[in-house]
């Protein structure tokens, strides 16, 4: 049973994987990545106002140099007006220095700061549930300890897995909910068997032909190609007789579709975060005694085995 949930849907739709990290880790590189790019532009933008203030240095001497120089009796005011004016600019570009982004590195900082301090917090407060004594302060090497360790213990904790059982165990729910939830997948893997068995134009059951496959490649007499090409063939069939003209494949993923709308009705969004982490496609776990394709899995092996 277990080797049938493993290989079969599941071969259908493989999605990647992601597993959980440390809240507080996480938030502490996030903001170490900003502060980095802030002080880069920082660095920038000083280089920059250092060459602009610079070049208004120049030209003011430049004007200043020219002032009562008019010739033939030109009025030299209108260059005594333009010094008076670049003097001013001069003035608040040096009075203003970059203070801006100043502040903005000075506030990332805090926030860095803050965050550890929250980590060390919740550190404290751990050592105290556990019956420990925490120390008063906490060393950068102890506070980084303790930040692995919470990231190791969240990624067990999020550890892909298609066992259902060892899912739920994960997430904050009733059992009521819990049994909501297998019912919902159970009900998905039904009408998949259902749609899978449905014959095609030239009299196919691509039920009985994906199990086949899988049973063949467990034993070594069929490969990946073997399977690719039925899938392909699932992807690109259209089911007989429906109206809007629908590949099995698509069929398949309404299905699927309809079990993750039930599902996130009774699940948090953390929870169904929880749920993804495991595995991504919700239709494919593992739900023991009771799966739709274990009694067909069995008559075909009998059937393979019997033929040998």
């Not at 994987?17 to 002080?39: D, F």
């Not at 009900?187 to 032909?209: I, S, V, W």
Request: hydrophobic share 35%; with cysteine; net charge negative.
């Amino acid at each position: 049973m277990n080797r049938l949930t493993l290989l079969a849907v599941p071969a259908l739709l493989a999605l990647p994987l992601v597993t959980g990290c440390n809240q507080n880790a996480s938030e502490i590189e996030r903001l170490n990545t900003e502060l980095s790019r802030q002080k880069t532009l920082q660095a920038d933008a000083e280089a920059r106002w250092e060459a602009d203030r610079d070049g208004l240095r120049k030209d003011l001497n430049d004007l200043r140099n020219k002032v009562g120089q008019g010739k033939d009796g030109v009025d030299a005011r209108p260059l005594d007006e333009s010094v008076q004016d670049m003097e001013r600019r001069l003035a608040a570009m040096e009075k203003d220095g970059g203070g801006k982004l100043d502040e903005r590195v000075a506030v990332l900082e805090g926030k860095v700061e803050g965050v550890r301090k929250e980590a060390v917090e919740a550190a404290k407060a751990e050592a105290g549930k556990m019956g420990g004594t925490a120390a008063p302060g906490m060393t950068q090497a102890e506070l980084d300890a303790y930040m692995e360790k919470k990231a190791a213990e969240a990624a067990e904790a999020n550890k892909p897995t298609k066992n259902l059982a060892e899912v739920m165990a994960r997430l904050s729910i009733s059992d009521a909910e819990r049994e909501q939830i297998r019912q919902s997948i159970i009900d998905c893997k039904k009408a998949q068997l259902e749609l899978l068995e449905t014959p095609t134009a030239d009299g196919r059951n691509f039920a009985e032909e994906l199990i086949d496959v899988i049973i063949k490649s467990q034993d070594g007499k069929a490969n990946q190609t073997d399977v690719t090409k039925l899938f392909l063939e699932i992807t690109s069939t259209k089911v007989p007789g429906d109206a809007q003209g629908r590949t099995y494949l698509q069929v398949i993923e309404e299905a699927k579709q309809r079990n993750r709308d039930a599902i996130s009705k009774v699940l948090s969004p953390e929870d169904q975060k929880k749920l993804t982490n495991a595995h991504a496609d919700w239709s494919e776990f593992e739900i023991g005694e009771g799966d739709p394709f274990g009694a067909l899995y069995m008559e075909r092996l009998q059937k393979y085995q019997a033929g040998k």
